[in-house]
């Protein structure tokens, strides 16, 4: 009984994606500018429109409905980029700015320049800013995350720091691309680091 059920869910699915793929992929190409966005959230958007198959409207309806899906998957994709950049402006606020190589107003977060910075560090540096810088957790709390002392994790915190803003000038000076993996390693926290 169940069998025949997944079948017509099969089959229905595979009418709304013939259909509508080609116009959901113009919409968000057109909004996105950027053919990565585009195929992610698109599929974000069908697996939504597989998961709620059965409430999937009739008739012209179901445009209509895919659309809304695919644009509410869109906000949330810009609403992550906007965190993102905005966790960007936190840890530059919080890193030592008596050297003028990290002055704020001539930093623009979505430039690329801050992360590559940032994933050139050790593993264990990383950890240490995103603990206090992006968490907002205090020395103590972070500390104890850790298993150090507060001592240790303020002197873990300054190094890190340091070696954030060298890697900063370095990369000010000599512009890289950013590494393909580095996605992978900053969300390792033992991974190999590059310098």
Known sequence: MEEPRLGDQVARFEEVF????????????????????????????FMAVWRRI?????????HRWVLRIARGNLSNLERGRRRQRLLWQR??????TERASLDVLELRPDDGLAMRAFVRLRPSERE?????????MSHAEAAEML?????????????????LQRQ????????QPLPSDAGERMGSADGPADA
């Open 18 to 45: 013939e259909a509508h793929d080609g116009t959901i992929m113009a919409y968000l190409r057109r909004r996105s500018g950027s053919d990565i966005d585009t195929e992610d959230v698109a599929a974000t958007t």
């Open 54 to 62: 059965d409430a999937l409207p009739a008739g012209p309806d179901v």
């Open 91 to 96: 840890l530059f606020n919080q890193l030592p």
């Open 128 to 136: 240490v800013i995103r603990l206090v810088a992006w968490d907002g």
């Open 147 to 163: 298993g150090c002392s507060e001592n240790a994790l303020n002197i873990r915190l300054h190094r890190a720091r340091r070696s």
């Open 168 to 175: 900063f000038d370095a990369l000010r000076s000599s512009p």
